[in-house]
């Protein structure tokens, strides 16, 4: 790393070619998908604060640590596994590997190190229940999702979304070295949650879904079916975000918060069911990037009602 080599690229022809890179610190990264990573270490992170066990703060940031270190080194081998069609996509070709910047073969051994890494440690300092998760998290991600479904059923994201469910139950199990019915809940709604989040990128990013040959929803069943299953997953989705106040985990301000927030997402979603399929860009963009909002307001309010309740 930061030494200039020659760097293997693969075009969508099978050609070979070889520039002249010098991968950085940033290139590194940018490998571990730190967007996607952030939102796993705050959910985490909630998963163990709302855990009624307290930890050792260093084995509490040790965990966040181990955690984070295993989110990002999923995202550095699915970068390597989807190299060839993340070169076909403006939102992704100007990742490491498709740019260039990185070698295949670096990013490979670069996510499988840090996921010896942050399993291991974690393991071996805070509990082995929760590193069992940590792994399955990883081995569901690369295997499940990026190798199996992503490319073969437009049902990737309903199943695969699992693998970005998992950070609350390991958060909690850090702490608790078990899982009850509330870190359950949790995963549920980040389960819940994902399909219209990606399923509303993917509606104003179908063509180059289809570009790079995936079957993302838009592409297989076309824009109104999407649009009526955006609209379906967001009534489940404000549905389970009431289980933890029926469930009596959660107070008044999570319950009143959460039903604005849903209101809020039920509204883009309806707005996106009854928009035209010309007009896909307009009410899209607005739910992906609420979305993201919304998930992290929802845990955020969890966590401070459980001081309140």
């Known amino acids: 790393m930061g030494g200039v080599r020659l760097v293997k690229s693969n075009s969508i022809n099978d050609q070979i070619r070889f520039v002249k890179q010098q991968s950085s610190v940033d290139d590194y990264l940018a490998l571990l998908k730190p967007r996607v990573m952030a939102l796993a270490i705050f959910t985490s992170l909630c ?89 399955f998290s990883i081995l569901f991600y690369i295997f499940i999702y990026t190798i199996w479904l992503k490319r073969k059923t437009p049902q990737n994201i309903v199943i695969g979304g699992a693998a970005g469910a998992f ?25 819940i949650w994902t399909p219209p989040h990606f399923w509303a990128l993917a509606l104003y990013k ?9 079957p993302m929803m838009p592409v297989v069943r076309g824009q109104r079916f999407t649009k009526n299953q955006i609209f379906i997953y967001s009534i489940l989705l404000s549905i389970c975000s ?28 309806y707005k996106i069911l009854k928009s035209s399929d010309d007009s896909k860009t307009f009410f899209a963009p607005k739910l992906f990037k609420f979305s993201i909002l919304y998930l992290y307001l929802i845990f955020s309010i969890l966590v401070i009602d459980s001081y309140i309740l």
């Open 47 to 135: 998963g163990m604060i709302l855990s009624p066990f307290e930890l050792h703060p260093f084995l509490f940031f040790l965990s966040i640590f181990c955690i984070s270190l295993g989110a990002g080194a999923s995202g550095a081998i699915n970068m390597w596994f989807d190299r060839d069609i993340d070169k076909l996509m403006e939102r992704t070709k100007k990742r490491p590997i498709p740019d260039g910047k990185i070698s295949p073969a670096d990013a490979l051994g670069f996510g499988v190190i840090l996921s010896l890494i942050s399993v291991i440690t974690l393991g071996l300092s805070v509990n082995y229940f929760a590193a069992f998760l940590l792994g």
């Open 242 to 269: 009431i289980l933890p106040y029926i469930s009596n985990y959660a107070g008044e301000l999570y319950l009143f918060s959460a039903i604005f927030l849903n209101i809020y997402f039920c509204y883009l979603a």
């Open 206 to 214: 179908d063509t180059e879904y289809s570009k790079a040959n995936v």
């Open 167 to 191: 950070p609350p139950m390991i958060g909690w199990a850090c702490a608790a070295g078990e899982i009850s019915l509330f870190p359950i809940f949790l995963f549920l709604i980040i389960f």
